[in-house]
């Protein structure tokens, strides 16, 4: 498991960190809850919140594991806590992984943005699931997913991201390593946020060229990573 970001906040520390091949399927809807259970008891010492995600901008909070049917706390593509101490994870493969952590050192937003939620505003909707709360983004995690390198991508399907996170089409246009058209998406979930005032503190790897990772578009796939985030008392 590797530590992307470990930073105070409002005399708490924040923490995203994002599992790897080697740590085991964390597919929630793949893997027997036991086996899931202890794998993320090993790797953070505690259970994970997460989501049945669909690919849409739907938005669950949470306020205690106690109140969750684990793993899952609901269908959706937005998990929000405010004030409880629980882990929350998004698990990807390709797709984008969005940490974002409050200001008041408390709430946590994580969020799942393939490229269908992203034209619908997913990035948005993050944002303002953790400002409801009253407080401001105080740092920003993308984790790792696809990079325009590995991520061929057509035209009109493009446009509708670009609509989605207030940019222009030919700032997410890049090139695949064998030279067709390409959707940038750290550069759209970039551009999303900057609309908002928010920039990003730490960005990961491509999830088609970095094999830590596991790539559904690259490699076909089927079990999952995924970034892992909660606060710690300093």
Do not use: K
Request: proline content about 3%.
């Amino acid at each position: 498991m590797q530590e992307l970001l470990r930073r105070d906040i409002d005399g708490r520390t924040a923490v995203a960190a994002v599992t790897e091949c080697s740590d085991g399927d964390v597919h929630p809807e793949i893997v027997d809850a036991d086996t899931l259970w202890r794998r993320q008891l090993a790797l953070t010492g505690d259970r994970w919140v997460m989501l049945d995600e669909v690919h849409g901008v739907d938005v669950v909070a949470v306020d205690s594991l106690a109140n969750v049917d684990w793993p899952l706390a609901g269908t959706g593509d937005v998990l929000v806590a405010e004030q409880s101490g629980e882990t929350l994870a998004v698990w990807v493969a390709d797709c984008a992984p969005l940490a974002l952590f409050g200001a008041n050192g408390t709430t946590r937003v994580v969020a799942h943005g393939g490229w269908r939620g992203l034209a619908d505003g997913v990035i948005d909707v993050a944002v303002d699931a953790l400002e409801s709360t009253g407080t401001q983004v105080a740092a920003a995690v993308l984790g790792p997913c696809i990079h325009p390198c590995c991520y061929e991508f057509g035209g009109a399907d493009l446009a509708q991201v670009a609509r989605g996170v207030g940019a222009s089409p030919s700032d997410l246009t890049a090139s695949t390593s064998w030279g067709t058209r390409a959707l940038d998406v750290p550069a759209a979930v970039t551009a999303g946020l900057a609309r908002r005032g928010i920039e990003i503190d730490v960005a990961g790897a491509c999830t088609g060229c970095d094999r830590r990772y596991r790539s559904h578009r690259r490699r076909a796939e089927l079990e999952r990573h995924a970034l892992v985030v909660w606060f710690e008392e300093s």
